[in-house]
């Protein structure tokens, strides 16, 4: 094999449903550190599964340099299954017991202390130099006692970095590396990946050029399950490649449907002198916050700064909320209301959310199931609101999914079906966070096209929450940003 790593000739996976217009061809020679690029949708990730031996092959080989005859016959495995790695947003459901908890359990003090801990996570690993590194470059010994499920989506990414790369793969996939990052942290972590170049092979699968890490030496090119071999990067930068963006033919109109708030209100939200703590970290010091019908508002904050706790006392996912000074949409909470009257004129998603929604339906179902703010549709819909699911799909650009299984998608189709669901009611309150993880430039661009569209509407009001500034709708014109506390 020469100075090869791992090489696919003419690779024909044994995938069903799925034909493969050409067989897979890729030599990965040792030293480089490749980077898969395509749009939402092309096969990344399946072609980081096909090489690591998630799916079988009907013709062709894929041969490892680290796992000759002898390898395995020491190991007794034919296949090099434990030294392959790949960080993901799926890599979650690897971790203890993280399949079985549910979106609201983190939330629930008597529930989440069941779950086990980051300390818990890392007692398994071995307490060495290299490890004890890791913990210090990510940032984990502060994040020791916080319960798995509490921590946030950056958190968690920090957690599955470090877990992947104390096991000393030969390989590791980075599934869109830098989602769940602020911006400090995705610095770091572009120049975490130069050190680590120079003893750790690695591939990346990235949407989009923003996203490249600039270690990156090679480039693949992924289509519609037609992989292109760019080569080197400086043969990627001559093509001047540039992300395609999202140009409607016709102007965006949003699909009919009656917004769900009856009565007039003035406020959407008004948190008075809000104060939280979780197991002795605070988060929350006499916060307040007003929010009127109408309003644009960007919500910043780093990695662990409580986003995503704030945003569940307003949602009715947080039993805190009760015992809380929180008026929505002039109600103060805990005056007879249920959660769903809560619900019901909220859009909300999150990285978290979309983390715990694994409900094997169509596409369509999941859209539809936002007209009753359920994980998944369990009732029937009408006519009239599944013409608007199909509608919103289409404004998306995602109606050729529509019978085919969530769980199936990539993340970042996903992502879109989720958005979908998000909207599909007109809701009075948009709640976006992070909507545009994982998405390519031109759904990008596209979901950016409809989310400005939506907040024309007389009287919408908006909570945008991100790590990059550059993403922010044009229409938002206020920021409200927390800080960690110390």
């Known amino acids: 094999m020469n100075d090869s790593f791992i090489r696919l000739s003419d690779v024909v996976p044994r995938i069903y449903g799925l034909d493969f217009p050409s067989p897979i061809n890729w030599d990965i020679k040792r030293g480089e550190q490749w980077c898969v690029i395509g749009r939402n949708g092309t096969g990344k990730t399946m072609l980081a599964d096909i090489l690591m031996g998630k799916y079988g092959i009907k013709a062709g080989s894929i041969d490892y340099a680290f796992w000759n005859e002898e390898v395995r016959q020491q ?146 090119k992924a289509d519609s399950l037609h992989y292109e071999i760019i080569g080197a990067i400086e043969n990627f930068r001559e093509k001047e490649w540039i992300d395609e963006t999202y140009k409607a033919d016709d102007p965006i109109e949003l ?4 917004s769900p708030m009856s009565h007039p209100y003035q406020y959407v939200l008004q948190m008075k002198n809000i104060n939280i703590s979780y197991q002795g970290l605070r988060l929350f010091k006499d916060l307040n916050w007003e929010i009127r019908r109408g309003e644009k508002w960007a919500l910043l904050g780093k ?49 978290e959310m979309h983390l715990f929604f694994r409900e094997n339906q169509s596409c369509l179902k999941i859209v539809s199931s936002g007209f009753f703010d359920t994980m998944g549709l369990f009732g029937r ?5 599944e013409k608007i699911a199909l509608q919103w799909m289409k404004l998306l650009g995602i109606e050729s999914l529509k019978d085919c299984s969530y769980l199936k998608l990539s993340s970042g189709e996903q992502r879109l079906v989720l958005l979908a669901r998000t909207m599909v009611k007109n809701p009075d309150l948009l709640i976006l966070d992070e909507p545009l993880h994982g998405l390519d430039a031109k759904n990008k661009s596209r979901c950016r096209a409809v989310i400005e569209k939506f907040c024309e509407q007389k009287g919408k009001t908006m909570i945008y929450v991100t790590h990059r500034i550059e993403e922010i709708p044009a229409c938002v014109t206020l920021t409200f940003e927390l800080k960690k506390e110390t």
Request: charged share 25%; glycine share 4%; with cysteine.
């Open 75 to 220: 190991t007794g495995k034919s296949y090099p299954t434990e030294t392959l790695r790949k960080v993901g947003f799926e890599s979650a459901y690897l971790l203890s017991d993280y399949k079985n908890m549910y979106y609201q359990q983190r939330f629930n003090a008597l529930e989440n202390e069941y779950t086990p801990t980051v300390e818990t996570m890392m007692s398994s690993l071995p307490d060495d130099q290299y490890v004890n590194e890791l913990c210090e470059r990510f940032r984990l010994k502060p994040l020791y006692s916080k319960h798995l499920i509490m921590l946030s989506s950056g958190e968690l990414r920090r957690l599955l970095i470090v877990l992947a790369l104390a096991q000393h793969p030969q390989l590791i996939v980075f599934d869109n590396p830098f989602i769940g990052l602020d911006a400090a942290m995705r610095r770091e972590l572009d120049d975490f990946f130069e050190e680590l170049s120079k003893i750790q092979q690695m591939i990346f699968l990235v949407p989009s050029v923003s996203e490249m890490p600039k270690v990156t030496t090679h480039v693949l």
């Open 381 to 385: 819909c009408s006519e009239e609101q």
């Open 255 to 258: 699909p009919q449907s009656l």
């Open 303 to 351: 990695n662990g700064s409580g986003k995503s706790t704030l945003l569940s006392l307003l949602v009715a996912d947080n039993p805190r909320a009760y015992s809380l000074d929180i008026t929505i949409f002039d109600r103060k909470r805990g005056t007879g209301e249920s959660i769903w009257d809560i619900k019901k004129p909220i859009g909300y998603i999150s990285s």
